[in-house]
């Protein structure tokens, strides 16, 4: 499958549901979680801050870690790069720690989930 970012359904921890932009890749399902089902309450998306002095949401998320380099196209990110941060859609998705995942040919070990931080 092609990388890809796609618009999911992200629900807070306090069970609110807006929206939040993450990879598409098939594969990494599992570490997203299934999307909740509820209508979003505003048309706003979230993503990863770009400062510490942003106000708003920083969804939770895993981090994955590169296990090898391979010859695959990189799961959107440059071959030299070796962290990924996948959003978590759901507070009660707990990807398990350690899993390897295979995407796009590039082998990726499940690290820990951060949690969200509104501020």
């Keep these: 499958m092609a ?4 618009r999911y359904k992200y629900e807070t921890d306090k069970g609110n549901v807006f929206w939040a932009r993450t ?18 309450i505003e048309n706003l ?9 942003e ?29 990924k941060r996948v959003i978590v859609l759901k507070p009660d998705t707990n990807p398990p720690q350690g899993t390897e995942i295979t995407v796009n040919g590039r082998v990726w070990i499940v690290g820990s989930v951060i949690g969200e931080q509104m501020r």
């Design 55 to 83: 106000v708003g949401c920083r969804p939770r998320h895993c981090i994955l870690k590169l296990k090898n380099t391979g010859t695959g196209t990189g799961c959107l990110l440059p071959p030299g790069q070796t962290t």
């Design 23 to 40: 990879d598409n890749d098939s594969e990494l399902s599992s570490v997203r979680g299934a999307a909740p089902t509820e209508a979003a």
């Design 3 to 6: 990388s890809g970012t796609t």
């Design 45 to 53: 998306t979230f993503e990863f801050s770009k400062n510490s002095k």
